[in-house]
Every structure is written in structure tokens, then in C-alpha cells.
């Protein structure tokens, strides 16, 4: 099978999901729904050179792409969770996605799965949080956000990592944005790196919650602590100060 070219996402692709919420703010994921690899997949091979069948009440999914050269279906298979709505639907849709995952890696994985997509924190102010009226296993008050968010301006990196990204609410205001590109589309140079007084106070607060580290440079997609940008840590430092202290 020759080397295919899967594009990337574009902006009106990809919705916003509410991840977390807390007193101070949300944070948000990016996803796509199964109708964007289908798309992508009838572009680039063709709407008779792929199939799809699905197996274990919907659980898990096969796609499988056309080698002309081998004369054969090369398959993958992987499986999903059932959403909230619509049960057996939503499972056969989970387990497409994942399916196409594997087979066209790295180009429309999930966001959820692929670490390319920053952390994206949104504090109150951009955002409406409320008091659900509902509280958690410990007593503490659960609050949620109901504010609707959408992608405006997306762009990658060689890598496919997104490195541009403009997240605005239903009134167009932006409420969050990364720019690792100049007016004219060129990388600027790497960001100063973060100064120790702001390491410091991040290890105060690590060390006051009990997070881990490594739990926290990995949600940034990055690999040491002095790589964070000055406004990843100010997000993870928001996060960290609703957090109570460790037991």
C-alpha cells in the first residue's frame, strides 16, 4: 500500500468539551465526532476504498482500507464505551473512532487520546460557574458550567502538534488562545524559560496538594517543569490553589 497523507483537522471540526469544573474556572478538551474521520477518509482513499463492521453489540469497530497492491482489506480493530444518549449508537460511534486511531495515526487520532493538544484552562470571568446545589463524596458543593465554546483558529507544527489554537464562547470572544506563529505563519523563537521563583511556588503547591509532578507536566504535554510557559503555570497554579491540602 502506497504512503497515504491524511490531513489535519480544521477548525469546524473540532468541538469543545467541558473536562472540569471548579470554583475558579473550567477546563476544556478537544474532540471530534465519527462524521470527521469518515470525511477524511472518503478524501484521501477513497468512499469505495474503506469499510467499516462492527462486532461484540457494537463494542468494537473494524476499519479496514483497500491495498491495491496486495488485493486485500489491511484491517484494524479497537473498542469504545457507550455514551449518555442514544446507547448503541454512541458505543458504535466510540469504538469508529479509536478504530480509525490506530489505522491513520497520527492524523485524526482523538484529541483525547493524543497528547498534541495543549492544556486549556478558562477561569471564571470567561466563563459562568455555578453552584450545582449538589455536593461530592466529601461534602464539598459540585459546580458546574453550562457556556457553550467553540474552535476559531487552529494550526500545527511538523509534528501535527497543536501549536496555534483560538477557543471563543457563543458571543465570538475569545477566552482562550496560543500562538507559537508570527502574523506571517513563521515559528517564533522558544519562549524565556520559566524563572525559579515560579518553579518554586509551583513545588509549594505540588507539595501542599499532594499532586504529582508528573501527573502535572504531563497534562501540559511537556516533560520538565522549567519547559512550562509562564501562562501554563499560572493555569496549573490556579488548579492547584482550589485543591484542599493533602491529608
Known amino acids: 500500500m502506497q504512503k497515504l497523507s491524511f490531513r489535519t483537522l480544521k477548525a469546524a471540526e473540532i468541538d469543545c468539551r467541558i473536562s472540569t469544573v471548579s470554583q475558579k474556572g473550567i477546563s476544556l478538551l478537544l474532540y471530534k465526532d465519527a462524521r470527521v474521520d ?6 484521501t ?4 476504498n474503506w469499510q467499516r463492521s462492527h462486532s461484540r453489540d457494537n463494542a468494537n469497530c473494524t476499519v479496514s482500507l483497500w491495498d491495491d497492491e496486495k488485493q486485500q482489506w489491511i484491517s484494524k480493530e479497537d473498542t469504545g464505551t457507550e ?10 460511534s466510540d469504538s469508529f473512532k479509536p478504530a480509525c486511531y490506530i489505522i491513520i495515526v497520527p492524523v485524526i487520532g482523538i484529541f483525547l487520546r493524543k497528547k498534541c493538544s495543549p492544556f486549556i484552562w478558562i477561569a471564571v470571568g470567561d466563563c459562568k460557574v455555578v453552584d450545582s446545589g449538589r455536593t461530592d463524596k466529601y461534602g464539598k458543593p459540585v459546580f458546574t458550567c453550562y457556556d457553550k465554546f467553540k474552535v476559531s483558529r487552529i494550526g500545527y507544527d511538523t509534528d501535527r502538534n497543536i501549536i496555534d489554537l483560538v477557543i471563543v464562547d457563543k458571543k465570538g470572544k475569545a477566552v482562550f488562545s496560543i500562538s507559537r506563529v508570527d502574523e506571517n505563519g513563521n515559528k517564533p523563537d522558544d519562549p ?14 505540588l507539595k501542599r496538594t499532594g499532586v504529582g509532578l508528573s501527573s502535572l507536566l504531563k497534562s501540559f504535554n511537556v516533560s520538565d517543569v522549567h519547559e512550562l510557559r509562564f501562562e501554563q503555570w499560572k493555569s496549573a497554579m490556579d488548579q492547584l490553589k482550589t485543591k484542599p491540602d493533602k491529608a
Open 38 to 43: 469518515q470525511n477524511i477518509l472518503d478524501e
Open 45 to 48: 482513499v477513497g468512499p469505495m
Open 83 to 92: 455514551s449518555n444518549t442514544e446507547k448503541e449508537k454512541g458505543l458504535a
Open 192 to 205: 524565556p524559560a520559566l524563572e525559579e521563583k515560579y518553579v518554586n511556588s509551583l513545588f509549594l503547591e
